[in-house]
């Protein structure tokens, strides 16, 4: 088998497609280990060898991780796209008033800071048509022409006004940054590994996925997840011996840029608003909204791009039926009978925490765990409901936590039984943007192997993917890292019979601040869309 390392190939150019956003229906990861012992012996790894390469089979890699290159700026801030020149249009004759139903084109073009129009493309705009009275949003297709222009399409969703806003997320040259540093860089963040001996002594060291980021210096630990067959390494503690980790935590973030490079992500151009281009629009009134579609909400179902919009603040799925919840007791009868099993970050514990707070009959357990890592566990004893969240093993930024809290998604989904009341919920991304992407392929590649191996026992279950949510602007968790972040999830999991929850789309849909953990409005409506697989009738 050829082994095909992901940075190497990641940023040649696809000779067909040049879209922006491309995501291939299968991406199948295939791990091969020699016999059974460790492929990676402590004292003899190679650091021109990368540690981290995966023996896998990816088809349409090269679109799935694709974007433009770009020449920079050559050290002229003033050269790099700015959110303040570029311009934007409709395309076409402006109309009096638009057909519910159809889309609405707009012509995007990137200028630098002295106003003149860049000539190449890989700039991260994200676009959205917003009705702040109807309390309305979607999100727009942002289609990189490569030239310096981009096409913008919007589909017309709801009656009544509309407005198009566009944001400049990074320019091209900032992205250039962010490219570099996932090229040069194993990680950006390290992390801490606490040791104690049999007498209460106590040793911390420096611990990270790579052992090429351990000191070369010094011999090193190394940990195997049997379950994942994934590794973890530390620093070899002065004293102790390498059994003795007993906690983890989060470390120090690396300083990885230039001034020149922290001026190209710097706030005052990240995140920015373009002056508006175009007037609102009026979409004819024949009813008030595209209604969702009749089709229920079941796992396996195809997510059309975009994948819902908002009105009224109600999330409407365009995949499906999804409805709301909005009193205890639909809640209840919904999960009555139910153990969900939650497994992620910190976004998705929102959901558990959403749930918690909303149903008072849904009583936490006190399991005397690390809040931030868990487990964490509520139950409704009268109908028979479990809700579990616990988040994902290492590389987890967190504050000091026991190690043995730590347990991968791999060995959480082997140890399931599953059927036709265990719900199961994955929500991964956030802690793997500081590590290039085959960090977080080698880990889908693990947990893609035992979600077929848990609805291959039994098909009864339901697994739900929870996409990432945008919110990062910063050089060590952008929204650029998460895109790609969620390309991998998607078509790590196309083909099985699993429903998505877009919570990027959900995240970025209306005119509300962007952050990684959202507020009630979205966190509602995205548990609404999970008891709508749960409940689809």
Known sequence: FLLVFILKIFFKKPTTDKCLFLYPQVLYFRIFWSGNSDPWPPKSLSADKDPTSLPLELPNLIHLLYWPLTPGDGGDLLASTSHKTSTYHLRGPAQDTYALGSYLEVVLVARDHRGRPKTHGGDLFQARLLSPELRAGVPGD??????????????????????????????????????????EHWATIDFI??????????????????????????????????????FWYCDQPPTLACSMLVGHSVGHYWNVTTSHEEALLAWNLTDKVLPQGTGPVHVARN?????????????????????????????????????????????????????????????????????????????????????????????????????????????????RTPVASLHSVVRELGGLAGGPHTVVVLGLGAHFTTFPPSIFARRLAGIRAAVMALLEREPRTLVVIKL??????????????????????????????????????????????????????????EVNLLLSFICPT
């Open 193 to 230: 590994g606490y040791f104690r001996g049999p007498r209460g002594d106590e040793e911390s060291v420096s611990c990270n996925v790579n052992p090429l980021l351990i000191r070369e210096e010094k011999s090193f630990c190394y940990y195997k997840d049997e379950d994942s067959g994934e």
């Open 142 to 183: 942002v289609q990189d022409l490569e030239n310096g222009t981009y096409l913008l399409s919007f589909p017309l969703l709801w009656a009544g006004m509309a407005q198009v806003q566009v944001r400049l997320i990074h320019s091209s040259e900032a992205v250039g940054v962010l490219r570099r540093i996932w090229t």
């Open 287 to 399: 009813t008030s909204r595209i209604l969702s579609p009749a089709l229920p909400c079941y796992p396996g179902i195809s997510t059309p791009k975009p994948s819902g919009f908002y009105h009224q603040d109600v999330w409407h799925s365009l995949a499906c039926s999804n409805r709301p919840f909005p009193t205890v007791s639909s809640i209840l009868g919904c999960l009555a009978g139910h153990i969900i099993h939650m497994m992620g970050d910190s976004t998705l514990r929102q959901w558990w925490e959403y749930l918690r707070d909303t149903v008072p009959s849904l009583k936490p357990v006190d399991l005397h765990s690390t809040y931030q890592v868990g487990p964490l566990m509520a139950v409704e004893t009268t109908r028979g409901i479990v809700l579990h969240w616990r988040a994902h093993s290492w590389p987890l930024r967190s504050q």
């Open 468 to 525: 990432a949510n945008t919110g990062y602007k910063s050089v060590y968790g952008s929204d650029w890292f998460t895109l790609h972040m969620n390309r991998l999830l998607r078509s790590a999991f196309a083909g099985l019979r699993v429903a998505f929850v877009d919570a990027w789309e959900m995240t970025s849909s209306l005119a509300l601040p962007d952050k990684i953990h959202p507020g009630k409005l979205i966190v509602s409506n």
